[in-house]
C-alpha cells in the first residue's frame, strides 16, 4: 500500500460539534483527494488539492471545507456536522500519472 | 459533469468462470478508466487501469477493454476464483490529477 494513513480510523460525534479528519501521506505526492463512499452512491468526490494551499470542490462539498498547508497533510473539516455525514471518509494521493492510491478509511457516526 | 453508471450491481458466478461488468461514461473527453477492487472493510485497490489510446488490455486473469465511440468500458475476470469476490468499482476521468467519477459498484461472488 502507498504510505497514506488516516486519523481517526473510527469516530463518533454528535450533531453539531466540529469534527477535523487527517490525511497524511510520506510518498511527496502532489494530489491528494477526500471522498465519501455510502451504500448505492459509490464514492464521491468532496474536495481535492493539486498542490500546497491549491484546492478545490468536488461533486459533494456543501458542509465540508479543506486544507492543505503541507504536502504531506490534507485535512478535512466538518463545521458542524450532520447526520447526513455519516459515513466512510477515504483519502487519495495521486502522483500524477493518473493514479490514485487510497488511504485506509475513517468511519465516521453522527448522532 | 461525467456520469458513470455501472452494472450489474450484483454479480454471482461459480469458480471457475468468466465474470464481466460493464460501465457506461457520458463526458466523451474522459480519458483515463481505473478499475478497484474493495474488499469488506478495506480500502479500494486499483487492479487494472486503460488509457483512452488503448482498446484492450490484459493483467494475468484480468482484462479490460475500452470503446470509445459507445462510451463504454467493460472489467473481465476469467477462472473466477473464491478470493475474487469483492466489490469492484469502474471510475472515469479526463485530466491529470482531477477528479474521479465513480461508478456504484458491482458486489461479485465466486461460488466455490
Known amino acids: 500500500d502507498a504510505g497514506i494513513t488516516q486519523s481517526p480510523r473510527h469516530k463518533v460525534t454528535e450533531t453539531g460539534t466540529p469534527v477535523t479528519l487527517r490525511c497524511h501521506q510520506t510518498?511527496?505526492?502532489?494530489?491528494m483527494y477526500w471522498y465519501r463512499q455510502d451504500p448505492g452512491h459509490g464514492l464521491r468526490l468532496i474536495h481535492y488539492?493539486?498542490?500546497?494551499?491549491?484546492?478545490d470542490k468536488g461533486e459533494v462539498s456543501d458542509g465540508y471545507s479543506v486544507s492543505r498547508s503541507k504536502t504531506e497533510d490534507f485535512l478535512l473539516t466538518l463545521e458542524s456536522a450532520t447526520s447526513s455525514q455519516t459515513s466512510v471518509y477515504f483519502c487519495?494521493?495521486?502522483?500524477?500519472?493518473?493514479?490514485?492510491?487510497f488511504g485506509p478509511g475513517t468511519r465516521l457516526t453522527v448522532t | 459533469g461525467e456520469n458513470v453508471e455501472q452494472h450489474p450491481s450484483t454479480l454471482s458466478v461459480q469458480e471457475g468462470d468468466s465474470a464481466v461488468i460493464k460501465c457506461t461514461y457520458s463526458?466523451?473527453?474522459?480519458?483515463?478508466f481505473p478499475w478497484y477492487k474493495q474488499e469488506l472493510g478495506k480500502r479500494p485497490q486499483l487492479i487494472i487501469d486503460?488509457?483512452?489510446?488503448?482498446g484492450e488490455k490484459k493483467d494475468q486473469r484480468i482484462a479490460v477493454t475500452l470503446n470509445k465511440t459507445a462510451k463504454h468500458f467493460s472489467l473481465h475476470i476469467t477462472e473466477t476464483q473464491p478470493e475474487d469476490s469483492a466489490v469492484y468499482f469502474c471510475?472515469?476521468?479526463?485530466?491529470?490529477?482531477?477528479?474521479?467519477?465513480f461508478g456504484t459498484g458491482t458486489s461479485l461472488t465466486v461460488i466455490p
Open positions: 510518498e511527496n505526492h502532489r494530489y
Open positions: 463526458d466523451s473527453a474522459s480519458n483515463y
Open positions: 487519495a494521493i495521486s502522483g500524477g500519472s493518473d493514479e490514485q492510491y
Open positions: 471510475a472515469a476521468s479526463k485530466v491529470t490529477g482531477n477528479q474521479f467519477y
Open positions: 486503460i488509457r483512452s489510446n488503448v
Open positions: 488539492s493539486y498542490g500546497v494551499k491549491d484546492t
